[in-house]
């Protein structure tokens, strides 16, 4: 009977709890840890080297916002950002990444590379493809990165950037440097990443790996088992394990990359600055990037610029805290 009775409680409570994040009586990660629908119908579009996978809602003639996901994450992560958006006028696209979802390469010939400059370059394809002159981007961990890249050497095409954690352009000669034993600890997976033991690894665990890593970087969201299934199906992209592996090794000067991009990486490497209106944002229960007050990369950022700590939140921000990060956005449009 005390079973009965507590099951029933937490259906209840259940309930309660998604009608108030509807109306929006919850924020940050309490609110995310309600149900929402998957983002669907998901179109497909040639940009550059790559089919894109995307979702799209919000009116046509919308102000355009692109929302880019993370890794080991996708477009979900936006499950409750985009119709927050859309309800407000905005015309939004939040699409697979390369290695990610239904995005598949064109050419079977083409690199399975993941350094930043081509996850960018492809993100500017998707908008020419899309005749997206100018957007809003938004974004958390690599999508954070590339909307900063965009940001910094495209000013053009950006009207106003949301950047979790950050200014978070990579420089590979910084990178080699050492850091606290800590601090290594959080970046674990990028040592494992360089071996083929680790390549091996995560092509056999990829689902039950990216969900310790879930874990270890979101202590505080309690995410249930649909809710990491329907991301974890992106996984199963046929270029997922090369693009993911490529991204690290990169990063770690194991993988060279591509010379075409080389010109780009030297740019990014000078650690140019962003003039765009900005928000930047932290979670102060990221289990990978603990929270700062935003003022030691305050000098890359020379034009208007706040920064806001979400209390309650973990890496996977927008998922995690879909409110605090859609008004994020809102707010850069207005800044």
Request: aromatic fraction near 10%; avoid cysteine; glycine fraction near 8%.
């Amino acid at each position: 009977m005390k079973q009965q009775f507590n099951q029933v409680r937490r259906r209840v409570l259940a309930g309660v709890l998604f009608a108030a994040a509807q109306l929006g009586w919850l924020h940050g990660a309490a609110a995310a840890e309600t149900a929402a629908q998957p983002l669907a119908p998901i179109h497909q579009i040639h940009a550059g080297v790559l089919d894109v996978g995307y979702y799209e809602a919000g009116p046509a003639d919308g102000k355009p916002v692109i929302l880019l996901h993370g890794w080991p994450y996708d477009i979900h992560s936006y499950a409750e950002v985009a119709p927050l958006l859309a309800k407000q006028g905005y015309h939004v696209i939040v699409p697979h990444l390369r290695g990610h979802g239904t995005t598949r390469f064109l050419s079977d010939s083409t690199p399975r590379n993941g350094q930043q400059a081509a996850v960018a370059d492809d993100i500017v394809a998707l908008m020419d493809a899309l005749h997206i002159d100018k957007a809003i981007l938004a974004g958390y961990d690599w999508g954070a990165r590339t909307a900063d890249i965009i940001a910094a050497l495209w000013p053009e095409r950006v009207k106003g950037l949301v950047s979790v954690n950050g200014y978070i352009i990579n420089n590979r000669e910084a990178n080699k440097m050492p850091l606290s034993p800590k601090a290594e600890n959080g970046w674990w997976y990028q040592f494992y990443f360089a071996t083929e033991r680790g390549k091996a690894g995560y092509d056999q665990n990829r689902r039950e790996f990216n969900r310790l890593i879930w874990q270890n970087n979101s202590p505080k969201w309690h995410f249930d088992d649909a809710t990491y299934a329907r991301s974890a199906a992106s996984f199963d992209n046929p270029d997922h394990v090369a693009i993911v592996i490529s991204n690290y090794r990169w990063r770690l000067s194991i993988d060279p990359g591509e010379a075409k991009y080389d010109a780009i990486e030297k740019r990014l490497a000078a650690g140019p600055t962003i003039s765009v209106p900005t928000i930047t944002l932290d979670g102060n229960s990221d289990g990978v990037t603990p929270a700062t007050d935003g003022k030691a990369y305050a000098a890359r950022f020379t034009g208007k610029r706040e920064h806001r700590i979400v209390k309650g939140a973990g890496h996977n921000l927008p998922q995690e805290a879909p409110q605090d990060f859609a008004k994020a956005v809102v707010d850069v449009d207005a800044l």
